[in-house]
């Protein structure tokens, strides 16, 4: 593949192949060649290698030019040469960056409604690591109001905290507490505390998402079964697998395809196994992770 900084050299060779010959001798990658005139060779090298070709042909009949600088080479020159333009579009990326910083937290306000709150969010695909504009904001503001007694909502993001206020009638009742606790995910079940309610798997097992893991009951010492709400939680390992493109093969090139699926695998990452593959004039990186996932209810 070719380098994203590279020279484009000509020489001037009364045989081309044989000049060919002496760079391959002397350890130079030649990514592109190509006859312009005769007696007249353009070739692409790395930047690096540029001063090294010049070096090769010193004191030979060869005649050895710099064309111009290719790719990235030649973009990052140009932007040198205009630091004003250089330093506008570096302050232009950060304030779209921090315009568009993902959400880290999210904190909700509400006397009785939280939960119905960050479910609203759920639904909307508000979360960790997702995006949220002003747009978003107004289409949440007005699910939260859609909500039973709510009678203001507000949803505010600065940086990367989205903040919700709901105010509700006096006499709003109080939600009642869910019965069961339901997996987030599929996963693998590594720890499970129940303190009211009954547990329906153990540590070890393989559940599927929505599958109940503690329900809302327990048995007298004569064996009825008395119905009450479940106070549990769980830790889930799940696996994420996905895919990413990359131009080049390289350790950053795989630290880059393992941060971007840890965002969106989401959770607390325990393991990772990365391949990767040629892919047209690219690599793909395949990641699959396993995270920790967390689940509750009515329990902090």
Do not use: L, M
């Given at each position: 593949m070719t380098p994203l900084f590279c020279d484009d050299v000509e020489i001037?060779?009364?045989?081309?192949?044989h000049a060919l010959e002496m760079l391959a001798r002397a350890g130079v990658t030649v990514y592109r060649a190509e006859r312009i005139a005769p007696g007249r060779l353009k070739i692409r090298v790395k930047c690096k290698e540029t001063k090294k070709i010049f070096a090769i042909f010193r004191g030979s009949c060869y005649t050895v030019k710099k064309a111009e600088r290719a790719r990235l080479?030649?973009?990052?020159?140009?932007a040198l040469r205009r630091p004003g333009a250089l330093i506008g579009a570096a302050l232009f990326t950060l304030a779209a960056f921090l315009v568009n910083v993902p959400v880290l937290r999210i904190d909700v306000y509400a006397p009785y409604s939280a939960a119905a709150a960050r479910q609203v969010l759920a639904d909307a695909?508000?979360?960790?690591f997702s995006l949220c504009d002003a747009e978003k904001e107004e289409s949440l503001r007005r699910a939260l109001l859609a909500l039973p007694g709510v009678v203001f909502a507000s949803v505010e993001k600065e940086g990367c905290v989205l903040t919700v206020r709901l105010q509700e009638e006096e006499d709003t009742p109080l939600p009642s507490p869910a019965r069961s606790l339901t997996a987030p995910r599929a996963g693998v079940v590594e720890e499970l505390t129940v303190l009211r309610g009954t547990a329906l798997v153990s540590e070890g097992d393989a559940v599927s998402a929505g599958q109940e893991l503690a329900a809302g009951y327990f048995l007298t010492e004569e064996g009825e079964k008395r119905e009450t709400f479940a106070v549990a939680r769980c830790a889930l390992l799940c696996e994420w697998?996905?895919?990413?493109?990359?131009e080049e093969k390289s350790g950053a090139a795989e630290a880059g395809a393992l941060a971007a699926a840890g965002l969106a695998a989401g959770g607390e990452p325990v393991s990772a196994r990365t391949s990767v593959r040629a892919e047209g004039e690219g690599y793909v990186y395949e990641v699959t992770l396993t995270v920790r996932v967390f689940a509750s209810v009515n329990m902090e």
């Open positions: 001037a060779a009364s045989s081309p192949p080479a030649k973009a990052c020159a140009r695909g508000v979360c960790p697998s996905g895919e990413f493109y990359s």
